[in-house]
């Protein structure tokens, strides 16, 4: 008896089964998304190539089209033309094709100078920031991804339509600015609804068909601008916007909301029937019952969970100031968005409508090798390896002679590294941020993108002259901000939290898991002494 009570145990321990979160319910029910919900998922991705169409639309219907002497005035010699029309009588010169091709011609802006030729430009990136700022929190609290989604592509597309019937140069600008306002959540949210409605499995083949279609609409541009080439610029908005329009049509019957965010803010009840619509649309019917989806785990996040509409629109920006590790994740990333966006759009400034399909091919290669590596790759070494060599060709580009092939190999592998890192921040960002938050989290990586841009064209200006001021400073930034990255967790492989509660938890569990093995390594080591 006594041998007996000394071999049984003194205490028995029952633990508590852990819940399941809400990464765990959604794999469990959508984790084998079939070829149908894929589908979806990459016909959602395609909102990229109308996002494309109005972000460089503008190299066409704003060009600055050739002019020559007519003849008709001795001040005007076609054998030796002035540099510039202006100030030439009326008749002594003649635009190479007819003057509607151009907004430029159109409205006789050739001598009217570089402010207001250039103001519908400024106007719809002024309008992408302010709308990326003002709205990136709605697809996060109030609306959803697929509201959030479906009001931007319309209002852009709408903008887009009456754009093609602007009067003047001052409404052409106005309606590009609401155009850029409301186009500014297009590719976010497109990015993270697509991501959220398929399983582990499919989520990066889904988030770099993203940047595939962006390509594909970068592309259509120059057959556009080929074939109306002799007739009006309005064209191009009408063909670009009408199609996009109708494909918002097109979602609003067939996207759905993503269950993530339903359950997240406590719409059990609706993430329930997105669930069954998606496993209907898989051809399977979901048997079981929903007991692992009331199971899971949900903890608000001080108003960007569940109830938060209390909290208002900008509940979840509250809740990432509020939490460190959210604050230095979001500041480091954000860091080397801006040094990335400085040389992609630095490098696209200037760019002339025949150059638009060669910069677009070069986007080709990035798209094919994010496809066929993003799930065998580091984030953050790769990050850091990427920017570090677009840094590293930026400022060969500054030694080797200009017209050179060393000078253009060199230049489109910065270029080259830059799109990568480009596509894989954003991805990046997706990881490391939970639901409760993502939208807001990526929308402001996308501006950082875009302020980085902003320096872009001053600096290229300025390059011109002296090579150092565009591709040093290029080389520089992107080089050093880059390193910023190495100061965020790795994510490839792990599962997406919902929770800042949950992200919480997995950042204490990996610093655990990191001490336990420096204190193993340390006693080995002692040991070996």
């Not at 016909?43 to 972000?55: E, G, I, P, R, S």
């Not at 400024?122 to 929190?137: D, M, N, R, V, Y």
């Not at 080397?336 to 080709?364: H, I, Q």
């Amino acid at each position: 008896m006594a041998d007996t009570a000394t071999t049984a145990p003194l205490l028995t321990s029952h633990k508590p089964p852990k819940a399941p979160t809400i990464d765990d319910t959604i794999e469990n029910y959508i984790g084998t998304t079939g070829v149908m919900q894929l589908f979806k998922a990459i016909l959602l991705a395609f909102a990229w190539a109308f996002d494309a169409q109005q972000v460089f639309i503008s190299v066409f219907t704003d060009a600055e089209p050739q002019w020559s002497c007519t003849g008709a005035s001795a001040s005007c010699s076609p054998a030796a033309p002035p540099a510039s029309p202006c100030g030439l009588p009326p008749g002594a010169w003649a635009w190479d094709r007819p003057a509607e091709t151009t907004m430029v011609s159109e409205w006789a802006l050739k001598c009217a100078g570089p402010a207001l030729v250039s103001l519908p430009a400024s106007a719809f990136f002024a309008g992408c920031l302010a709308g990326g700022f003002l709205l990136t929190t709605l697809a996060d609290s109030l609306l959803g991804r697929r509201k959030m989604l479906l009001t931007s592509l319309v209002s852009m597309s709408v903008a887009g339509v009456l754009t093609a019937f602007a009067p003047n140069v001052w409404a052409y600008a106005a309606l590009r600015f609401v155009s850029g306002f409301g186009r500014s959540m297009v590719g976010t949210c497109t990015l993270v609804l697509s991501t959220e409605l398929v399983g582990k499995r499919w989520r990066d083949t889904v988030s770099v068909a993203g940047f595939f279609f962006f390509t594909v609409g970068f592309l259509s541009l120059p057959a556009l601008g080929y074939t109306f080439r002799e007739a009006s610029w309005r064209n191009m908005y009408l063909w670009t916007s009408v199609p996009s329009l109708c494909y918002s049509v097109l979602l609003y019957f067939l996207a759905q909301e993503s269950p993530r965010w339903l359950l997240v803010r406590g719409r059990k009840q609706d993430a329930m029937d997105t669930l069954q619509q998606i496993a209907s649309l898989n051809g399977n019917s979901i048997t079981s019952s929903f007991s692992m989806l009331h199971a899971c785990t949900m903890h608000a996040d001080d108003g960007a969970g569940a109830g938060a509409g209390a909290g208002g629109a900008f509940a979840t920006m509250r809740s990432m100031w509020e939490r460190p590790w959210a604050l230095r994740r979001l500041a480091a990333i954000m860091t080397t968005s801006f040094g990335v966006g400085m040389v992609y759009y630095g490098m696209r400034s200037g760019m002339a409508p025949d150059g638009v399909s060669t910069n677009a091919l070069a986007e080709l290669p990035s798209a094919v090798l994010s496809l066929a590596f993003i799930g065998r790759v580091n984030r953050r070494t790769t990050v850091v390896a990427l920017t570090a060599t677009a840094g590293t060709f930026s400022l060969m580009c500054v030694a080797i002679p200009e017209g050179s092939t060393a000078r253009m190999v060199a230049e489109l592998l910065s270029f080259f590294a830059t799109i990568t890192a480009f596509n894989l921040i954003l991805i990046y960002s997706i990881e490391l941020f939970p639901t409760s938050v993502r939208n807001s989290a990526v929308g402001l990586v996308r501006q950082a993108l875009v302020l980085g841009g902003v320096a872009a064209p001053v600096l290229v200006a300025l390059g011109r002259e002296r090579s150092f001021w565009s591709f040093g400073v290029f080389g520089l930034c992107i080089g050093c901000l880059g390193l910023f990255a190495a100061c965020l967790p790795e994510t490839r492989g792990r599962g997406m939290s919902d929770t800042m509660e949950e992200e919480e938890h997995k950042e204490a569990a990996a610093a655990a898991t990191a001490c336990t093995a420096t204190d193993i390594a340390t006693k080995d080591n002692s040991d070996a002494v």
